[in-house]
């Protein structure tokens, strides 16, 4: 590592403005609701020193916690960071790929693990055709789990103490059969591309969008019944926009972004039209500055997006949180919950209460350090923040997925020195 103090690496960032005070342009569907995608990107590195250096302070003060409610659970047998986690019919978790967090080289996996919540066990199954890390994993109609693109080799063999420089996307994609735990090759993107978004449609196909690196600005729908991907209707988000999707209930996708240089974006695909339609996330005139970050621009990827319980959709940027109203396309600031400085990469999970859980990922106390995050915060539509302690481990690229029983797994990631972890822990509400 470059720096002194233990970081984060990224392998690529994009420049956005943060926080989203005010949403203007054409609003989505009267009707629209967002389901949130859990983000798998890359690892971060600390950003130049801005030549103003405002003061983040939060405007909503979370709680403090009564009990602590994270406990450990059993460990992966293989420590991986930015990997995915997908909850299966059964109520099993899969976990898939992932890379290790070295200085220069990265080890990418191709093995996968079935967590079992009523043994509290990981158990491997088949693994993958190719190694990756920061793909995509879309539970299909059918039960199976379509793996698409990331970044890796395709041939697991070689893909030990990958130097940095050499990681390419892929192309590739494959499906896991649950019913044989094992995987296999199905047809290839267009567009080799990681960092992107998958979404099932109601139709039961798989729109892929987005992407870094090797990703365009471009779109593919991936058909289960063939096998085949499919190019989709011409983005305008932008070529090396980092993208989170939501599926809205009329069928339609919106897929939100942060591009180089400007705020916020986003675009609405219409499955029937195949086409995309801009919609616009611009700072509403007389915002507070304390809602804008007062001004800050800093080096990040997107946050997450996730539809509450009353329809609104609650957005996270850097630490930022802001609803938006999809029937009138209104915003409204919602607080500054970071407990230290920006807070980017966060897993944000929907409890089965309504409270969204936001934990992990990288904090930057300062303008050019990074550190893993073990924060938790949880936000309340009702009543705001509500600081909940701290995770067992500091980790950052972790995966979050809500169980059966309204407990969420957190598992892998790497720590504050770059390691990656093979253990796992539960949050319970």
Not at 41 to 50: E, I, K, M, N, V
Not at 69 to 78: D, E, I, L, P, Y
Not at 250 to 255: N, R
Not at 379 to 389: E, K, M, R, S, V
Request: aromatic fraction near 6%.
């Amino acid at each position: 590592m470059t720096e002194q103090r233990p970081s984060l690496r990224l392998a690529l960032v994009v420049v956005a403005v943060i926080g989203l005070a005010g949403c203007a342009g054409p609003a989505a569907s009267p009707s629209a609701q967002l389901t949130a995608v859990p983000s798998v990107l890359g690892t971060w590195t600390a950003s130049p020193r801005p030549s103003t250096t405002p003061t983040l302070a939060p405007t909503s003060t979370p709680t403090a916690p009564p009990t602590l409610k994270f406990v450990a659970t059993g460990s992966m047998h293989t420590a991986r960071s930015s990997a995915t986690a997908t909850l299966l019919p059964n109520g099993k978790v899969l976990i898939v790929g992932g890379m290790s967090a070295l200085p220069l080289t990265q080890d990418f996996y191709a093995s996968a693990e079935l967590y079992d919540p009523a043994t509290g066990k990981f158990t491997k199954t088949g693994s993958m055709t190719a190694a990756r890390a920061q793909h995509t994993a879309t539970l299909l109609a059918d039960g199976r789990v379509l793996i698409a693109g990331g970044n890796g080799c395709p041939d697991p063999r070689q893909c030990s103490g990958v130097f940095i420089g050499d990681v390419k996307a892929l192309a590739s994609a494959e499906l896991y059969d649950p019913k044989t735990g094992k995987f296999s090759p199905t047809g290839s993107m267009a567009t080799a591309r990681w960092g992107a978004t998958a979404t099932l449609l109601p139709d039961g196909r798989v729109l892929v969008a987005q992407g870094i690196l090797g990703g365009l600005p471009s779109a593919e729908l991936y058909d289960p019944k063939s096998g085949v991907f499919a190019r989709a209707g011409k983005e305008i988000i932008g070529s090396g926009a980092a993208a989170s999707a939501s599926l809205l209930p009329s069928g339609k996708v919106l897929l939100t972004a942060s591009v180089v240089g400007i705020p916020p974006v986003g675009a609405l695909y219409d499955e029937a039209s195949g086409k995309f339609k801009k919609i616009s996330f611009a700072l509403a005139p007389g915002a507070s500055p304390s809602a804008q970050g007062k001004g800050q621009t800093v080096e990040l990827g997107y946050g997450p997006a996730i539809v509450l319980k009353d329809g609104r959709v609650l957005l996270f940027e850097g630490g930022h949180l802001e609803t938006y109203e999809p029937a009138t396309g209104a915003c409204a600031d919602a607080g500054f919950i970071s407990p230290d400085g920006l807070w980017l990469e966060v897993t944000a999970t929907l409890l089965n209460d309504g409270r969204v859980l936001f934990l992990g990922g990288a904090l930057f106390p300062s303008d050019s350090t990074s550190v893993a995050a073990a924060s938790a915060v949880l936000y309340d539509p009702a009543g705001g923040p509500q600081t909940i302690g701290s995770m067992r481990s500091a980790r950052a690229n972790q995966t979050a997925t809500l169980l059966p029983n309204g407990t969420v797994l957190i598992a892998g990631g790497q720590d504050a020195n770059g390691k990656p972890l093979a253990s796992a822990e539960l949050f319970k509400p």
